[in-house]
C-alpha cells in the first residue's frame, strides 16, 4: 500500500488561490480510479495500550464464544424438540440467529485488531460491515414486533390463536421481515457508494456505523442523513407504535384475570419479550437519537 497526496485548488471569489492537500491511502496500486473505492478507514477506537488491548480481546472474545454458543443451543434446541414447534419459538429461533449473525459481523474484525498493528478496514469491507449492521438491526425490530403481534393474540384472542397465527401466516411475515430488512440495508449502503471520503479517515469507533462514517464525508450528505432520519422513523417508530400498542392491549386483558396467579402466569409469558423490546429500543435511543455532529472525530 502506497500514500499519495491529493491537492486540490480552491479559489475565491477574488480569484485567490490556496491548496489543501489530503493524504489518500491507495490500495492495490491503482491509479486513476475513484477516490473512496481505492481507500482504507483505520479503526482507531482499539489504539489502547498493549494491556487494555489484550484485556479487550479476551473480553470481546468471551462476550462472543458465549453469544454464539447460547443462539446456537437455541436454535439447536428448537429446531430438535417438536413441543417448541410454535410460533413464538419459531420466532425465536430466527431472533437467535438473526443475533448469531450480528456479531459475527462485528466481532471478528476487532479480535482482529487488538491482536494486531494493523487497523485498517477496506472501503468494500467497511460498506460490507455496514449492509449487515443495518440489515439485522432492521430484522431485529421486525422479528420481535411479529413475536409482539404474537403475543397479543395468545393472550387477548387464545380461541383463535391456532387459525390466526398459522404456519403459512407465519412463514409469509418472516419472509416480509428479511425482505425489508434486505431493501432497507440495500438502500442506506447504496446511498452510501455516492459519498465521497477524504482527509482524515479515521473512525473512532469499534466498527463501521452509518453516523460515524457520515462525520468523515466531504461531499454533501444533506440528502442521505435526510432519506436516514424519514425512512429510520418509518422503519423504528411503526413497528414500536405497533408493540406498544399491542401491549397495552395485552395488560388490559391481564386486568381483567380475576385469579392473581394467573394474572402472574399470563404475564410471565411475555416478560422476557418485553424486556428484550425495552433493551432493543433503548440501545437504539442512546445511539442513534443524538444530532449528527455528537460524533466524535477527533485524533
Not at 38 to 51: C, D, G, Y
Not at 146 to 162: E, Q, S
Not at 241 to 258: H, K
Request: charged residues 10%; aromatic residues 12%.
Amino acid at each position: 500500500m502506497g500514500t499519495v497526496n491529493i491537492k486540490l485548488v480552491c479559489r475565491d471569489a477574488k480569484s485567490s488561490t490556496s491548496e489543501l492537500t489530503y493524504p489518500y491511502h491507495k490500495v492495490g496500486g491503482m491509479d486513476g480510479d475513484n477516490q473512496s473505492e481505492n481507500s482504507q478507514f483505520l479503526l482507531l477506537r482499539m489504539s489502547e495500550s498493549p494491556e487494555q488491548q489484550r484485556i479487550l480481546f479476551w473480553m470481546f472474545l468471551s462476550m462472543y464464544l458465549v453469544t454464539v454458543v447460547g443462539n446456537a443451543l437455541i436454535i439447536l434446541a428448537i429446531s430438535s424438540d417438536s413441543r417448541l414447534h410454535t410460533p413464538m419459538y419459531f420466532f425465536l429461533a430466527n431472533l437467535s440467529f438473526t443475533d448469531l449473525f450480528f456479531v459475527t459481523n462485528t466481532i471478528p474484525k476487532m479480535l482482529v485488531n487488538l491482536q494486531s498493528q494493523n487497523k485498517a478496514i477496506s472501503y468494500a469491507g467497511c460498506l460490507t460491515q455496514l449492509y449487515f449492521l443495518v440489515s439485522l438491526v432492521t430484522l431485529d425490530n421486525l422479528i420481535l414486533t411479529v413475536m409482539a403481534y404474537d403475543r397479543y393474540v395468545a393472550i387477548c384472542h387464545p380461541l383463535h390463536y391456532v387459525t390466526a397465527m398459522s404456519p403459512g401466516l407465519c412463514v409469509l411475515l418472516l419472509c416480509l421481515c428479511w425482505g425489508l430488512s434486505v431493501l432497507y440495508g440495500l438502500l442506506l449502503t447504496l446511498l452510501m457508494t455516492r459519498v465521497t471520503f477524504c482527509g482524515s479517515q479515521k473512525i473512532h469507533y469499534l466498527f463501521c456505523e452509518m453516523y460515524v462514517l457520515l462525520r468523515l464525508a466531504c461531499s454533501n450528505t444533506h440528502i442521505i442523513h435526510t432519506v436516514l432520519v424519514a425512512t429510520g422513523c418509518f422503519i423504528f417508530l411503526t413497528p414500536l407504535g405497533f408493540t406498544t400498542t399491542s401491549y397495552v392491549r395485552i395488560v388490559r386483558t391481564i386486568l381483567q384475570i380475576p385469579s392473581a396467579s394467573k394474572k402472574y402466569k399470563t404475564f410471565s409469558t411475555c416478560a422476557s419479550h418485553l424486556g428484550v423490546v425495552s433493551l432493543f429500543y433503548g440501545t437504539l435511543v442512546m445511539v442513534y437519537l443524538q444530532p449528527l455532529h455528537s460524533y466524535s472525530m477527533k485524533d
